[in-house]
């Protein structure tokens, strides 16, 4: 292990996360999990893609071969970018979707030492900001349809519902309460 | 396979060491009747992870490195990959905890086909900020004197900070809350105001 490995990848993850800063100023993506995925994981895969096709067989006996990546060095630099990659991601709809948990806890720090009632956080989180923005990504993501007034689960949301279920029940906890 | 190989599986692997461990220490604590918030228990299994593993990787791989830089940088790695690992457990964990749309899923999955209103009945606005009350209270997050919620450690607050940061850094417009949270405010202390 040398400190190179660290380097490209902060620079890797640094370059996908500039990237994806501009994209999401540029065009704000209607899907944004699948942006997140082509940015943070699809893009950087083309590097070593592009080093065993392109560099390798054509670029590297005009130069010397160097510089050369073994592929113990890439497996570990792609380990390290796609860890905190996969952090950040799970970070992402924190920020989108407004954790209430983050808000409750900004508004009460706003308030300071006079603090907030119950009824002023209530008032403030209504279900017009807490529910239905949430069935509607339901709804964008194809995990629930909504036909007339009704709304139901399709076989994508109950494999998703199903996965949740089971992790629960391995750790012997009952559905989450939300 | 080298040892560096089966290094870097165990070290993609720690999700899956973690939640095995999560399980072994949920019974565990159940045997001693203790019930620390789920939160603090994934942040637990996060930290004792450490241990387990550690061990492994340093019988399978950093024993063998035989200069004392390298050693360094493979335990700084290690550290790396497995705290960003753990720390993304600690989300998927959260998911199924605390996350909304999950337990909306939830809520439709087990009775296929759902009214709008029922479902608000089932589980509204009211419900989700008793329990994120009820977390932030538990974790010491926030403490409740009289009747008013004032902040107390202020690890979420930071977090929340950061990411409303993020959020501005991004271009996605923060949430109204904020906004909205001060604007009663101002209007709850304006109506408190008496005239002389």
């Known amino acids: 292990m040398t400190p190179y490995i660290f380097l490209i990848s902060l620079i890797l993850f640094a370059a996908c996360f500039t990237a994806h800063v501009i994209v999401w100023r540029v065009r704000y993506p209607k899907n944004r999990p699948k942006a997140l995925f082509l940015t943070f994981a699809v893009a950087p895969a083309v590097i070593p893609v592009f080093f065993y096709a392109v560099y390798l067989p054509f670029i590297a006996p005009i130069t010397g071969g160097a510089p050369y990546f073994t592929v113990y060095e890439f497996l570990s630099v792609y380990l390290l970018h796609y860890s905190i990659s996969l952090a950040y991601i799970l970070s992402y709809p924190a920020i989108e979707a407004v954790s209430p948990t983050l808000a409750i806890s900004l508004l009460v720090g706003k308030a300071g030492a006079d603090g907030l009632e119950y009824d002023d956080i ?42 949740f279920i089971q992790i629960r029940r391995l750790l012997g906890l009952p559905a989450g309460k939300g | 396979m080298t040892h560096f190989t089966a290094f870097l599986i165990f070290l993609a692997l720690t999700p899956a060491f973690i939640f095995a461990l999560h399980c072994v220490i949920i019974r565990f604590l159940r045997l001693f009747n203790l019930r620390p918030t789920e939160q603090l228990t994934v942040l637990a299994c996060a930290v004792i992870g450490h241990l387990p593993i550690g061990a492994l990787l340093w019988v399978v791989h950093i024993r063998h490195v035989y200069t004392q830089a390298g050693g ?85 607050h930071d977090i929340s900070l950061l990411i409303a940061w993020l959020g501005r850094l991004l271009g996605i417009p923060y949430p109204e809350a904020k906004h909205r949270a001060a604007d009663t405010k101002q209007a709850k202390t304006a109506s408190d105001v008496k005239p002389q």
């Open chain 1, 122 to 163: 209530l008032l403030t989180f209504g279900d017009d900001f807490l529910l239905k923005p949430r069935i509607q990504d339901l709804l964008d993501a194809g995990l629930a349809e909504k036909t007339g007034n009704y709304i139901s689960i399709t076989n994508r949301g109950k494999r998703l519902a199903w996965c």
């Open chain 2, 72 to 156: 360094i940088y493979t335990v700084i790695y290690a550290l790396l990959v497995y705290n960003a690992l753990a720390y993304s457990y600690f989300h998927v964990f959260n998911m199924s905890d605390t996350a909304r749309r999950i337990r909306i899923l939830y809520e439709i999955y087990t009775v296929n086909k759902i009214k709008v209103h029922a479902l608000t009945a089932r589980y509204g606005a009211k419900e989700m900020l008793d329990n994120r009350l009820e977390r932030l209270l538990a974790t010491r997050q926030i403490k409740l004197i009289g009747n008013r919620y004032v902040l107390d450690k202020k690890l979420i």
